[in-house]
């Protein structure tokens, strides 16, 4: 596996989201997310993300990295509140990094479907717990309860231009994944955003392991 080194802050946002999802997902990484943060690129939306992916099959090699538009990078480079849109595709990104090589080192195979569906849960618990774990980035919400975060990320805003079926189910399974492992503390008025919440973290780890057949 090789990378190429940017050692930028937008690279921190990536370790920030990895070290959130690592707390769920109880995840053992021996990769440095922070050398996989490519330079920005003008082949993408600004504010968008992308993973590059390449596997040499017959050298049993995979070059992987993860790169973002250059509203995101500069956002990330120059302020210290950053959007949900942000965020949300850094988050979103680092997931698809982290599921991509863990399947290639498993010798696994992963349906788009399901990167997409773990990107969509990965990026909801980025947002719910940001706050508590960056102190160099902040986003402007503070979060009561489940609810106002289902409100900002599962309105469906994004898919009025983009109707591409893959994201829509994508969306519709993260929404019923996380109603399930959150289900005791769906419906409260105030969730402790300070801390991973037990039974969720059972849930989805059961859930990443069967996406990996692990």
Known sequence: MSSVKLN???????????NILARYYALKSEENIEEFVLYPSEDIDACSGQILF????????????????????????????????SLAVVAEETSHFKLITDSVLAKSNVSKLEIETLGEIDRFLCLMHWNYENNLHKIERNWQNLHQICDEVFQGKRFKENKNPLYVD???????????????????????????????????????KMILRA
Do not use: M
């Open 170 to 208: 994508a969306e519709a399974l993260a929404f019923k994944h996380l109603r399930q492992a959150f289900a005791k503390e769906w419906d409260s008025t105030h969730f402790n955003f300070a801390i991973p919440d037990k039974q969720a973290c059972q849930y989805l780890t059961d859930f990443r």
């Open 54 to 85: 390449e596997e040499n099959i017959e050298n049993d090699e995979f070059f992987i990295g993860i790169q973002f538009g250059h509203k995101i990078y500069q956002e990330f480079e120059n302020e210290k509140i950053i959007s949900l849109n």
């Open 8 to 18: 930028k802050k937008i690279a921190q946002g990536c370790k920030v989201s990895l």
